[in-house]
């Protein structure tokens, strides 16, 4: 799991600009309108090789501002959430009772804050930056979002602060899966279902208060490891209800997972947020299970479970290879089938396949349908290999990677899948010339 950045501070003083800074592309919104920012962003950044998860959020206001409570509650979320904060302050305006105020709460969270003095934009604010040691924090540091100033120095401590995170190793067959879903598709219900007490628990490893816990588990003999995060429970006044708020969280245990089972609501049927959350788990190459959950709750026929397939598999185009299973936790009914594919899924993610039997699949697929000229040439294919699982990977040898089009990749992939049984995983294609 990567460590965690928020950065706070009050409306207007240039959080968004210095978000898309560090992370390298205009995603968070920026505009001159105090509070416009009343969302928390995530996006992931890297420095010098360090990866960490980035978190934008609204402006505090002490005044009686719109949003000021949601607002609030946002930064006390992504102050829990955070392993360094960067409390950001505008060099023009000069310490204001609402640095003060938001430094307040950040004494609270013990955590490390670096305060960003911002907009300093030329030598003759230099000297206006040092007020804000005021606020109590150690370290000070002036920047310029909009040119980029700065951002070194800012960079270079904050990876300073970052911490080590160092969790337990398991066992190569200790399966490790996670539930992932907007709120109320029943993650909690399933999650006592799978530790029921026809389960024998073996430990709960807590991390931080924030940090995922990993509860282990043996079913029939089999290791599990059910990885969730402390945020999906209500903790103190903050209640996390809306689906902004899952998110880092679920990237967080879909980072430590190897299997992810999105759960969707029956009653509900399919929004955009679940295939933006399973979005994550395909692109972090997880090996994926969609659960429909709550199959009690909705009347059926002999067609239904045929045509919720279909929708499914129209909606989630890119998770082709995904399972689909039906259950309802709270009957505690269909359970079988999820831990079916569980199995399946593991053994494929894990599969490796001996070179030669690739070869004499592939190569004979390729000549049999030879690629289309792309990029001014046209690509030959003279070896494959397997080169790691977890996973599956493949390296294929060619002429020239420029000329593999992305629908031949797709066709490689398909034939893969057409002879090997890699239900349930991805699967990684890695073209290189041949020395």
């Known amino acids: 799991m990567l460590p965690t950045v928020a950065i706070v501070g009050r409306p207007n003083c240039g959080k968004s600009t210095i978000f898309n800074r560090i992370i390298g592309q205009r995603l968070s919104i920026v ?5 416009v920012t009343r969302d928390r962003i995530y996006a992931q950044a890297e420095w010098l090789g360090h990866k960490f998860n980035l978190i934008d959020t609204g402006g505090i206001e002490i005044d009686n501002t719109p949003f000021l409570t949601e607002i609030t509650e946002q930064v006390e979320i992504a ?3 955070a392993d360094v904060i960067l409390l950001v302050c505008d060099v023009r305006d000069g310490k204001t009772p609402s640095d003060q105020y938001v430094a307040e709460l950040l004494y609270k969270s013990q955590k490390p804050v670096i305060c960003v003095v911002n907009k300093v934009d030329d030598i003759s604010f230099k000297e206006a930056a040092y007020e804000f040691y005021a606020l109590g924090f150690e370290d000070v540091i002036s920047v310029s979002s909009t040119h ?10 904050l990876i300073e602060k970052l911490p080590h995170k160092v969790f337990k190793k398991y066992a190569e067959d200790t399966i490790k899966l996670c539930l992932i879903g907007r709120p109320n598709v029943g993650k909690s219900s399933l999650t006592n279902v799978l530790l029921g007490e026809n389960r024998v628990i073996v ?3 807590p991390g931080t208060t924030r940090d995922a816990i990993d509860t282990e588990f043996t079913k029939d003999g089999k290791a599990y490891v059910v990885i969730d995060t402390a945020g999906m429970r209500k903790k103190g006044k903050v209640y996390e209800t809306t689906e902004k708020y899952s998110v880092l969280r679920a990237m967080s245990a879909i980072e430590r997972s190897e299997i992810c089972i999105v759960l969707l609501n029956a009653e509900e049927g ?8 399973a979005g994550f788990a395909h692109n972090n190459n997880k090996a994926v299970i969609l659960c429909v959950n709550k199959w009690d709750k909705i009347k059926k026929d002999d067609k239904t479970m045929n045509e919720w397939i279909t929708k499914i598999r129209q909606e989630f185009i890119f998770l082709a290879y995904a399972p689909i299973v039906f259950i309802s936790a709270k009957e505690n009914k269909r359970i079988h089938t999820l831990f079916a594919a569980i199995n399946q899924a593991f053994e494929n993610y894990s599969r490796r396949i001996v070179t030669y039997v690739l070869n004499d699949t592939i190569l004979d697929a390729v000549s049999l349908n030879p690629a289309p000229t792309h990029n001014g040439g046209k690509l030959k294919v003279y070896y494959i290999t ?3 699982i977890k996973p599956p ?11 593999l089009h992305f629908s031949y990749e797709r066709f490689i992939d398909n034939k893969l899948r057409e002879n090997f049984e890699f239900t349930g995983t991805p699967i990684k294609i890695i073209a290189r010339i041949r020395d």
């Open 148 to 157: 980029g100033i700065g951002f070194g120095d800012l960079l270079d401590k």
């Open 203 to 205: 430990s709960d490893t």
């Open 270 to 277: 399919i929004i955009e947020y679940d295939k933006r959350i």
């Open 31 to 35: 505009e001159d309108v105090p509070g």
């Open 79 to 81: 102050i829990r959430e």
């Open 386 to 388: 397997q080169v790691g």
């Open 393 to 403: 990977t493949f390296v294929i040898f060619v002429n020239n990677p420029n000329y």
